[in-house]
């Protein structure tokens, strides 16, 4: 198959309002206490093959794109830019067949001092440009 057709026959794989309780954020307090996350995952590939197969092999197994998601949500990140960044990365590098991925990271209820349902960030990414983040200098 051609990269050009390939590109034309790309649709969606969604995992949506994945629920985790997990370690994230600046404040000591949320590194110790935790809160509650939602995650959005947007996976863009070619599924005609498993479409007309009908066999898992040919497709993303959700399964394993679940758990590389919650792998990432064990290790305590400061920042949710960081914690979708290596989201991306790990679906990226584990799931050749992806031509990019969209990872919204929501903290629930976060410690801002008023009334705020939640605060997200946003992150895509394609598969050619996988990369290492810049190093935070202090």
């Known amino acids: 198959m051609s990269a050009t057709k390939s590109k034309t026959n790309l649709s969606q794989i969604v995992l949506e309002d994945m629920s985790f309780y997990a370690y994230h954020g600046c404040f000591a307090e949320e590194q110790s206490i935790g809160t509650h996350f939602l995650c959005t995952v947007t996976m ?9 197969s ?45 031509d990019s991925v969209q990872v919204k990271v929501s903290k629930l209820n976060p410690p801002l001092g008023g009334q705020l349902g939640a605060v997200s960030v946003t992150l895509c990414c394609k598969q050619n440009a996988l990369a290492t983040p810049p190093t935070n200098k202090k």
């Open 44 to 52: 863009n590939t070619d599924i005609s093959h498993a479409q007309q």
């Open 54 to 98: 009908d066999n898992i092999a040919h497709t993303i197994n959700y399964l394993e794109a679940y758990q590389c998601i919650k792998k990432e949500f064990e290790t305590p990140s400061h920042l949710l830019e960081h914690v979708a960044w290596l989201i991306a990365q790990r679906l990226l590098q584990n799931f050749s067949s992806l």
